[in-house]
Each structure stands twice: as structure tokens, then as C-alpha cells.
């Protein structure tokens, strides 16, 4: 009774339900979705290039001091490697290796955020003491921010696999928040460059 | 197909796909039709909102020496009137015919993201009433739509009137970009089999080029607005020069947005015409891949003139070089657009209906806003027009001549599809003449007292600066205009009770969406179409043959799907499950509104409470459904 119905000659029941990786519409959109949050961060940066042109002094008490800020920048581009290994194990089914990975990259995103705060607190400006000081807390506090997403994120991925909604057939979840947690790193090397670099470059 | 066994698939589409008319439904719904209407519904309220606040202004401009509204009352009325029109109004309506219209004429049964969509619905109608809430209170936004810094800070500023701005713009742009994003994903992942980028009908193009625009501009709009609060609130010098601060740091960031976004809120009307005018040409588009083309070129080069509205603010020489000379080049694809639909007016045999008489109206609207757009391009001119009613005749051309007039001539067109009826013709002409007419009369007098050197903004003004005429008469025109927006709404009203009956393809069209019934089921479609053409309605006209195939096809009715297809080629490469209705969407929204309450009364409990409330929404929204089958 029911015909066969064909696409192309392919038979409909041969199609694959929903598209994965780069296929998968949740894909795109969380793509988009980080675009959209780079360009953010290139008008932040665009902003402190633009302020710090204008100005004759910049930064007006010398450029900062690096050590912490290396060391954190190697931390939150290490915490990558963890994420995608989980990535990975969802692929390969193994939801333990997924939890355990998850659980690295968080700790090092929560090193990441303890340090930066640290670093906050030495400082010998605030936000409100120059154009300076309002652009170096507020680029690097949205940046925090954002790290601070990724971890809820990867939160969210642990309790789902504790609670055995993803798998690996549906890894699309784990995919997509690994990206973000990427961009999250990939952006911080902008704002690196940015604020402790360029300064011994000007 | 057997009838009996075409009924049994209707019945099953039907029970997998339609929303229950209860409460949960209302507030649950994911159909991107209903989402549309409300869209379109939300955006015209706003749109007589934002009318009222300009007639209000016409009556204490319409004589000199006038003392309807007081100072502060005008300041009020003119930015709440360009921040409603520009922001909350002119996207949201083409948003909410591409809503109704996108799987529709991709021959898909949903768009890509359906929750996101209730999602962007919701979140702009909780924006539009958190704006709303400041003005209603007293405390609208006083500072000019486009709101220069320094004015804006807490020292010149002390009321809460830019709060509700600045945060009420971050809350749209949460909208805008949840759309945008849809748009996108839709155009490339949801389209029938068979329906190539080549074969896109034109209405896509407009849309998708205005999503990336968003993608890209509306960043910068955040941006500012959070420095701008931050200022207000925590003590930051962004825009404070004696704090080694930059005002003009605001006025880039903002127009890095707002020219963008003019191309943002016109290319989907352009492209609506590019489906209106064939249709009623009663031909296939003269030169599709140039118009396709000039919309996409015009949406890139959108980025490269912001300065262009900053000629009068001290930046060097080479600058103004630059962007007077990218402005000007602005025009090459816009006159592209404008020769492929004379070109298929020329060659085709057109009727006049009333969606055709806005069509026509637009285009020569189009060239006049242009030309008053073009030679403001040339920056010496537009040092002695500058901030004269000069620019504010220039914007009311393009905005209501290339965004209202099509908006309106769109409403004639596709009502009849979203209602089953058709609008009133011999009431539409009426219509159209009389808004024609009232626009004209209205707007193009303000050129001169523009160049009588009439500042914008001034609430008042003396007699005997040769002012008083064109004043009088623009206020006149304005008045006429509104009348006609009224025959617009009498007209709706009247059609849906008394319209003639539509039947699924009143205008003999040749896109998909005309394929399916008046108003479309819930499913859109029976069977999943397979498109061979650009025109797949028209094809056996065309003596194309039969290459579409629109009546038979996979019905797909084993569970809430639809199909995939590949990016470029439109192969089918899956069958996409699609999410259930649900009232999380709404939730988050509500969550978000009560964070910007008490942002905005910095209510600090409130805030971080309405930020954990948005999570935990969140959290529910996307928490995976076990019972989906497992592959």
C-alpha cells in the first residue's frame, strides 16, 4: 500500500535523520552565533585602538606587566586540547572519557578566571580612572564573561551526559559547545595581543 | 493520489503539526506563521505609535511661535518617533513577512530554528515594552535616536531616559541577532529538493543579505550602548574627553551600525518588490543574477560609508575623500536594482493592481530619496545641509519611499494568502493615491525649508524666516498621509470579514507559497515539493515543460519533519526533526525583561535574579526529548 517514495532515486528511508557536523542546522547556527560574538569583541578592540590613537600617552602608566597574563593565556589555550578530546570520546561513545575531559578544560577555565581576577586586584587603576582603565576592565571583563558562559556550557554538557541525553549519535551538543569554548580561547589571544602585546610594539 | 488516502495524510500531518487552542498554545506556538502575523501585527502597532508621535509634532510645527508641546515634551517625541521607526519598527515588519514567507517559498514546513523564532518574536515585543515603559512613566529617551554622546551621559542626562534607551536597544538586538541567524540557517539548510542558489526566488536574497549585515553591524550597536550605560552607571570615562574619553568614539561605533542598518531595513522591501513586480509584469525578472547580485554588493558596500554621516566633525581631509567618494558608488547597485524592474516593466504587460500602484510608487520614491542621498554624498554640500530639515526630507524618502511604500504594497499582495481574502482593490487605489499625494505634500516641502536653513530638532520656531508655508504644508501632508495609513487599516478590517475569496493563487504568481491553500495549513505543504525552475508555478507557460514537481512527492508524515537539503545544490541530504511547541521560549524572554527592569531602576536583586531565571529557562528550553528515536 505505502509507495516507496524516492529523492533523487534515493529511497526516503535511506536519508539520514538530521544532518551531522558541519550539516547539522544547530551547527550553523551556533557558527553564526560566533561570529557574531567575535565581531563584538573586534568593536571592543576597535575601540581601544581608536581611544589609544587619540591619546599621548598610551597606556598612560606604561605597558603591563606580563607575567600573569602569559601564563593565563597558556592555560585557556591548553584548556582546548581537553575539550576537543571529549569531543572526540562522545564520537567514539565513551560518555566516562566525555565527563572526565569536560571536567579538565572547566578546572583550567576556573584557573583561567582566578587568575585573571588576581590580576584585576593588582592593578592600581579602576575602571573609572581614565579612558584606559574603563577599556582594559571592560575587554577583559567581557571576555571573563564569556569564559564564564563556556563554563556553565560545559556544565550543562556534564549533566547531560551524567544523565544520558547525549551520545554518539547526538553529539551535536558536546560539537557546539566545544566551538564556543574555542572561540572563547581564540578571542582571547585578540585581546591579548591587544592589551599586553601592542603596547611594546606602539 | 486517492482522495480517501490524501485525507488520511492530511488528518496525520494535520495532528503532528497543529497548535491546540489553549493558553500553553498561545504562548507555546512555533509555527512561524503565527509567529509572522504577530510580527507584522506588533511592528504596524508600533509603526501608528511612532505616527502619532510625528503628527503630534506636525501640530506644534504647523505655525511659528506654537506651544503644544513643551521643550522637553518634543525632545521626547522626536527621539521616541525615530527610535520606534528605525529600530523597533522597520526591521520587525519585514521580519515578519519573512517569517510567514520563508518556508513558504522554499517549499519547507518550519524554518531552521522554530523555538529561536518564538524566541525573537517574544523578545521583541518585551523590548518594544520596556521602551515603552520609560516613555509611559515619563522618562523617554530625550537624546535624538541616534543619541551623541557626551549628551547622553549621567551629567547631562541625570534622568533614567537614555537608560531606557541604551538597555532597551541591547534587548532588540538580542532579537535582531536570533533572527538573523534563523534567516541564515533557513536559506541554506531548509529549502525544497532541487532548489539551487541559482533558482532562489529574489524575496531570499533581500533577507539573507540583510541577516549577514546584522550579523556583522549589530555588534557595534551593543557595544556602544554598553559603554554608554557603564558610564552612566559605573564610573567609566569611555566618552568623558577630560577622562581621556572620546565623544566621537560613540558616533563611530554607532554609524559603523546605522548605515549598515539602512540597508538592513530596505533590501527586504527591495527584494518583496522583486517578487511583486514580475508577478504583475506578468513575466519572469529581467536580469535575476544582477538584481540578485546589486542587493548582496549593495549589503557589503553598506559597511564602507558610516563616515559619511560624520563629514561635519572634524576628521582629515583624506577621510572625507574616501567615504564621499564610497557613497557615491553606493548608487551603482541601487541603479542596477531600479533598471531590471524598469526593464521588466518594459518588457512585460503589466496590471495595475494596488500592490503594483505601491510597487510603482516605491520606485519612484526610490530615485528621488537617492538623488537627495547622493548629492549630500558630495561633502561640501553637505556642510550647508547638514543637520537642516534638508536630511530629515532625504531619510523620510528612503525610509517610507523604499521601507513603508513596499511594506504596504507587500500587505496588498500576500494578505490574501495569510487570511484566504483579498483587501479591497477599488479601496486600495484610494489608498495609495491619497498616501501618495500626502506623503509628498508633506515630505518634499521639507527640502526647502531645509535649505532655508530650518535646524532639525527645534521645537519651535519665529515667523518671518520663510519657513511658515513650508511648515504649514508639510504639516498638512502629514496629516493627509496619516488619513491615508487609516484607509490602509479600514481596508484590513473590512477584508477580513468581507474580502472576496482568495483561493490559493489570486495573482496567478509563480513562487511555491502560491501553491499551497489560503491561508496554508499548518504542515505548509502535503507533500515535500522538488523545484526544476525558477518560476516552478509558471513553467508550462514558459514552455519549459514540466520540471517542478509540486503535488507528489514524500509526505514525510511519519513523525514532525521536514527535509534537508545540501547548501549550494539543494540535494536532499536529511530528514530534520523539528522541535515541539513550547512555552519556554516565552519564559526566557519574561526572564530577560525582568533582568532589564532591574538594570534599568538598578535594582540590583532584580537583575541578578531575572539573570538566574534566564538561565534556568534556557536550561529547560534546550534539555534533549529522550522519546526522539535514536538512529
Not at chain 2, 539573507?208 to 554608554?228: D, E, G, K, Q
Request: charged share 10%.
Amino acid at each position: 500500500m505505502e509507495a516507496v517514495h524516492t529523492l533523487d532515486g534515493v529511497p526516503i528511508a535511506r536519508i539520514p535523520l538530521d544532518g551531522r557536523g558541519h550539516r547539522a542546522t544547530g551547527w550553523w547556527g551556533m557558527m553564526f552565533f560566533i561570529i557574531t560574538e567575535g565581531t563584538l569583541f573586534a568593536y571592543l578592540l576597535f575601540s581601544y585602538f581608536y581611544v589609544g590613537a587619540q591619546s599621548p600617552t598610551w597606556p598612560p602608566g606604561g605597558p603591563p606587566e606580563l607575567t600573569l597574563a602569559i601564563v593565563n593565556t597558556v592555560i585557556l589555550v591548553v584548556s582546548s586540547i581537553p575539550m576537543r578530546l571529549g569531543t572526540l570520546a562522545i564520537r567514539r561513545a565513551s560518555r566516562g572519557a566525555l565527563v572526565a575531559w569536560a571536567i579538565v578544560a572547566a578546572l583550567l577555565g576556573v584557573a583561567f578566571l582566578i587568575i585573571e581576577a588576581t590580576e584585576w586586584s593588582r592593578k592600581p587603576f579602576r575602571m573609572s580612572t581614565g579612558s584606559y582603565g574603563s577599556l582594559y576592565f571592560t575587554v577583559t571583563g567581557f571576555h571573563f564573561a564569556h569564559v564564564v558562559v563556556g563554563l556553565l556550557l560545559i556544565l550543562e554538557i556534564v549533566w547531560r551526559a551524567l544523565a544520558d541525553r547525549v551520545s554518539a549519535a547526538r553529539p551535536l551538543a558536546v560539537e557546539t559547545v566545544g566551538a564556543y569554548w574555542h572561540l572563547v580561547g581564540l578571542v582571547w589571544l585578540f585581546v591579548f595581543f591587544t592589551i599586553y602585546v601592542s603596547p611594546y610594539l606602539w | 493520489m486517492a482522495t480517501a488516502t490524501t485525507e488520511r495524510l492530511t488528518e496525520r500531518l494535520s495532528d503532528l503539526w497543529e497548535t491546540p487552542h489553549t493558553l500553553r498554545g498561545v504562548l507555546g506556538t512555533v509555527d512561524h506563521k503565527t509567529i509572522g502575523k504577530r510580527y507584522l501585527v506588533t511592528a504596524f502597532l508600533l509603526l501608528i505609535a511612532g505616527g502619532i508621535e510625528a503628527l503630534v509634532m506636525r501640530v506644534q510645527l504647523q505655525v511659528p511661535n506654537n506651544h503644544v508641546l513643551s521643550p522637553e515634551g518634543f525632545n521626547q517625541a522626536f527621539t521616541m518617533h525615530g527610535t520606534t521607526m528605525i529600530l523597533w519598527y522597520a526591521l520587525p515588519i519585514l521580519s515578519g513577512f519573512s517569517n510567514y514567507l520563508f518556508p513558504l517559498v522554499l517549499g519547507a514546513r518550519d524554518m531552521a530554528f522554530p523555538r529561536l523564532n518564538a524566541f525573537s518574536y517574544w523578545t521583541f515585543l518585551f523590548s518594544a515594552i520596556f521602551l515603552y515603559t520609560g516613555y509611559a512613566v515619563g522618562l523617554g529617551p530625550d537624546a535624538g535616536w541616534f543619541a551623541y554622546a557626551p549628551l547622553t551621559e549621567l551629567r547631562y542626562s541625570p534622568g533614567a531616559n537614555m537608560d531606557y534607551y541604551a538597555l532597551g536597544v541591547i534587548f532588540l538586538t538580542i532579537s535582531s541577532t536570533a533572527g538573523a541567524v534563523n534567516f541564515i540557517a533557513t536559506m541554506f539548510k531548509m529549502r525544497a529538493p532541487g532548489m539551487s542558489l541559482g533558482r532562489l526566488p529574489l524575496f531570499v536574497y533581500g533577507t539573507v543579505t540583510a541577516s549577514f549585515s546584522i550579523i556583522f553591524a549589530l555588534p557595534a550597536l551593543s557595544v556602544a550602548c554598553a559603554f554608554l550605560y557603564l558610564d552612566r552607571h559605573f564610573g567609566t570615562r569611555f566618552f568623558d574627553p577630560g577622562a581621556g574619553g572620546q565623544a566621537l568614539l560613540w558616533q563611530h561605533l554607532f554609524w559603523i551600525f546605522g548605515h549598515p542598518w539602512v540597508y538592513i531595513i530596505v533590501l527586504p522591501a527591495l527584494s518583496f518588490m522583486s517578487m511583486v513586480i514580475p508577478t504583475f509584469a506578468r513575466r519572469p525578472i529581467v536580469g535575476y543574477a544582477w538584481n540578485a547580485l546589486a542587493v548582496v554588493i549593495t549589503g557589503i558596500l553598506g559597511f564602507g560609508v558610516w563616515v559619511h554621516h560624520m563629514f561635519a566633525t572634524g576628521i582629515p581631509p583624506l577621510a572625507l575623500t574616501f567615504f564621499g567618494a564610497a557613497s557615491m558608488a553606493i548608487v551603482l547597485p541601487s541603479a542596477v536594482s531600479i533598471f531590471v524592474w524598469l526593464a521588466t516593466l518594459w518588457y512585460g504587460r503589466p496590471v495595475l493592481t494596488t500592490a503594483m500602484l505601491f510597487a510603482l510608487g516605491f520606485i519612484i520614491l526610490f530615485v528621488i530619496g537617492g538623488v537627495s542621498g547622493v548629492v549630500t554624498a558630495a561633502v561640501p554640500f553637505d556642510w550647508s545641509v547638514t543637520d537642516t530639515y534638508f536630511v530629515v526630507a532625504h531619510i523620510h524618502y528612503v525610509l517610507i519611499g523604499i521601507n513603508v511604500f513596499p511594506v504596504i504594497a507587500a500587505f496588498y499582495y500576500w494578505f490574501p494568502k495569510m487570511t484566504g481574502r483579498l483587501l479591497n482593490e477599488a479601496l486600495g487605489k484610494w489608498n495609495f493615491w491619497v498616501m501618495f499625494i500626502g506623503f509628498n505634500l508633506g515630505f518634499f516641502p521639507m527640502h526647502i525649508s531645509g535649505l532655508l536653513g530650518m535646524p532639525r530638532r527645534i521645537y519651535t520656531y519665529p515667523a518671518g524666516l520663510g519657513w511658515t508655508a513650508p511648515n504649514l504644508i508639510t504639516s498638512i501632508g502629514a496629516y493627509l498621509f496619516a488619513v491615508g495609513v487609516l484607509l490602509f487599516l479600514v481596508n484590513v478590517f473590512w477584508s477580513l470579514r468581507r474580502g472576496a475569496i482568495a483561493g490559493n493563487n489570486p495573482w496567478d504568481a509563480a513562487s511555491l507559497e502560491w501553491a499551497t491553500t489560503s491561508p496554508p495549513p499548518a504542515y505548509n505543504f502535503a507533500v515535500i515539493p522538488t523545484v526544476g525552475s525558477r518560476e516552478p508555478l509558471w513553467e508550462e507557460r514558459l514552455g519549459l515543460g514540466r520540471l517542478s514537481r509540486i503535488d507528489e512527492g514524500p509526505p514525510l508524515d511519519s513523525d514532525r519533519v521536514t527535509l534537508q537539503t545540501s547548501t549550494l545544490d539543494g540535494f536532499p541530504a536529511a530528514v530534520q526533526r523539528m522541535p515541539e511547541d513550547t512555552v519556554m521560549p516565552f519564559l526566557t524572554g519574561l526572564a530577560i525583561l525582568a533582568t532589564f527592569y532591574g538594570l534599568v531602576t538598578t535594582a540590583w536583586w532584580l537583575a541578578i535574579a531575572g539573570g538566574v531565571l534566564t538561565l534556568a529557562a534556557i536550561h529547560a528550553w534546550l534539555w534533549p526529548v529522550r522519546t526522539i528515536r535514536e538512529v
